[in-house]
């Protein structure tokens, strides 16, 4: 039963993508009655938004380095420095590239031990991949909110960063080749070095299971007993919040992977809105969930910003607390609770944002 279940489920799955990619050339709906409908015009066009390293899927735009640099100070450089340069969210963006890199066309420092972080502009051969993940994820916080000439001319100001482009310069549709043939790591991508047998196609490949497939996989990482406390102990090497952190290498490993949690002490119990089913969830854990709250926040542990628990526990008998909080989770800042900002939370509802913080003060996590 359970077996028919799924295959039927990739039947429609199949079935939608056929209606998805014929959506003009063939009256699938006539030929699946019931099965859906057939995607629109502008259903597909947001959807297909890549951009390939030949620039096919470009959109028609443009941003000067001027323009980017107001969009980057009030957009990106909370998380990511004023300069990108900074590694308190991820690897940083910006740095470790030269005037004789933009020459070459390989970046020196990659294979230099003494650089100590690799940035995006270190590594990225392609200037597509910068223009089609800014547009389709950033700001993390925001995905999907920049338009196209926003994008360009943040992406103008990156560069600029990079000293890839002078500071008059203006991003578009039409000069992104003339970019791609200065970029520092343009002829570093290669698919020679993959395995023998892979002849010239990426090291990387999948394949879908269509029968008998695993019911649940757990992913994970683990340390080779070998490695273990090889370089001291990791967990005081690493930044002391988020969801990735170095382990502590001075003890014993983990038996073995939970396969329902987040694995080892310290880390997050994951973002499981509910996993209570019994008892619908209070509006504030929809809410919480719904606004991406979990990126940053745990309930009881501290990630990006402080647990719930403990911001309950600090403003614990203050009334007049909820509107700054309110306020603070608007306009975003920094300071309460360390150095790292919350970036602003301008498009959510003011009700929201109250109830959120009458259900975060209660404090029953
Ligand atoms: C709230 C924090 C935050 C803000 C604001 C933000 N970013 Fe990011 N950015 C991240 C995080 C976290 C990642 C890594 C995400 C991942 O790997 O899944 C990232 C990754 C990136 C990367 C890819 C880095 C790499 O080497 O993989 C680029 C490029 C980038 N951001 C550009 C921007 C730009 C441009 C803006 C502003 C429009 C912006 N970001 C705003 C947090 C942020
Ligand atoms: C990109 C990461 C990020 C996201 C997303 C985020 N926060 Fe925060 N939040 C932080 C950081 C970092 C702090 C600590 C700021 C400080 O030290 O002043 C913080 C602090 C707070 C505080 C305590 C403020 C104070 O002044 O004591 C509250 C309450 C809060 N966040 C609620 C929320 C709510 C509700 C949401 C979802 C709508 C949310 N946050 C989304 C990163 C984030």
Redesign the pocket.
Known sequence: MFRWGKRLRRLLFALSMLVCWFPLTSNAADKFPGLGRPATVAEVAAWDIDVRPDFKGLPAGSGSVAKGQEIWDARCAN?HGTFGESNEIFTPIVGGTTKQDIERGRVASLTDPKQPQRTTMMKVATLSSLFDYIYRAMP??EPRSLTVNETYAVLAHLLNMAEVVPDDFVLSDKTMASVQARMPNRFGMTKSHGLANMRGKPDVHGTACMKDCAEFVQIGSRLPDYARNAHNNLAEQNRGWGPFRGVNTTVAPLAALSASRSVAQGQPSSVVVSDDSVSPAPTGKIL?AK???A???GLTNKL???S?RE?AK??KGKPEVNA??EQ??KLG??????N????P?AT?EASD?AS??SW?LEGKF
């Open positions: 998380c993390w916080n919480y606004h991406h709250c990126a940053c926040h990006v910003g402080p719930f911001v600090r403003y700054v909080l603070k989770i800042g920094a300071g309460a609770w360390g790292i900002p919350m970036p939370h959510i944002i959120l913080v975060i």
